[in-house]
């Protein structure tokens, strides 16, 4: 009687749980995991299990919803200061063939730390075979503690592309991300295993890195790649307002900081918020900001009227904005949650579910259906 007892309880719960209604959709908020220290990313291996990143430098594996998290050893040092520490976490396309995950993270050089890519081998709860994939130049190194990026994503045609941030660069002419000779405020592309691209827009140049794909970029936290399309999306934050999306094309210049749509955090005037010649506009600014963070392209079967959106992550407006596409156009944008944690993460896996990482308070959660 009592475990019967129990059994209702629980079922009685469950059917409690809040109802979140949307435009399309009616959700419910599952929890995945809890009590993490400020989380910053999760992928899903192809068996179910999880893995999530802390930003003080702990890997975890999840076996399910619920199970208590196990530290993953094998984890390159990082340097967890400020914005920077253990950051992305992503799957090659091919795991199930070949294995590889990767990692992105601030590395120590000197008194300084840099943004570096390194991938490895999940065995039981070590990571083996690792490699870097991306280790910058170390005089490039700088004792800021903020705006590492880092976000990776994959074509599913044998490259990975990946942002830095402008490190906190100061807001005029000497800002870095204008520079092609530095690695920061870009996005960047490389073959999966490390190797430059051949036809990188400017692998040719001397003065350039040849690892840039686009560059003028503040602090992108957002990536995602529509492989239908081929375009790359992107989401990063703005000063005090003119967070951005945008479309990355190859070459191209997104303007930071001489182009965009926010001011100083004293107030003071950063540009005159107006398009200038060869640089692109975003496909969207928010301001006031959504401090946005991680982005997802919806293409699961769990919510087909959300199939083809975009979600944007929010951290200090705490939102979660799905962005409706047509092609190329935004043509709607939708508040799905709100003041419910700092969202670090948004990711759509294989098993149609959307899940959100929360840095505070620290937890990994999925959208299930109401409907």
Known sequence: MKAAAIILL??????????????????????????????????????????????RGRLLLIDKPGAAPREVAG????????????????????????????????????????????????QDDRLTELEMIFDPPSDQATGSGSHFGCRMAFDGR???FFSIGDRGGPTNADNLAQS??????????????GRVPADNPFVSRKDAMPSIWAYGSRNAQGLVYDTGSGRLWETE??????????????GANYGWPLAGYGI???????????????MEDPVVQWTPVIAASGLALYRGDKFPRWRGNLFAGGLASEKLVRVELSGATVTEQEIVLQDTGRIRDVRSFDDGFLYIVYDEPGKVVRLVPAD
């Open 10 to 55: 629980l079922a009685v719960a469950c059917a409690r749980a809040e109802v979140i209604h949307s435009s399309s959709h009616r959700f419910r908020v599952e929890t995945i995991a809890d009590g993490l220290d400020h989380p910053w990313a999760v992928a899903q291996l192809p068996d179910g299990r999880f893995l999530v990143t802390e930003r």
């Open 75 to 122: 984890v390159p040092f990082v340097v967890a200061r400020g914005q920077g520490g253990l950051l992305d976490v992503a799957l090659h396309p091919g795991y199930a063939e070949n294995g590889w995950l990767y990692l992105a993270y601030s590395k120590p050089v000197g008194e300084g730390s840099l943004t570096a890519i390194a991938r490895g081998k999940l």
């Open 158 to 160: 044998g490259h990975i």
């Open 180 to 193: 092609l000779g530095s690695v920061t405020g870009k996005i960047h592309r490389l073959h999966d295993d």
């Open 237 to 250: 934050h703005g000063p005090r307002g003119g967070d951005e999306l945008n479309i990355i094309r190859k």
């Open 264 to 278: 100083n955090y004293s107030g003071t005037t950063i540009t005159k918020n107006e398009s200038l010649p060869g």
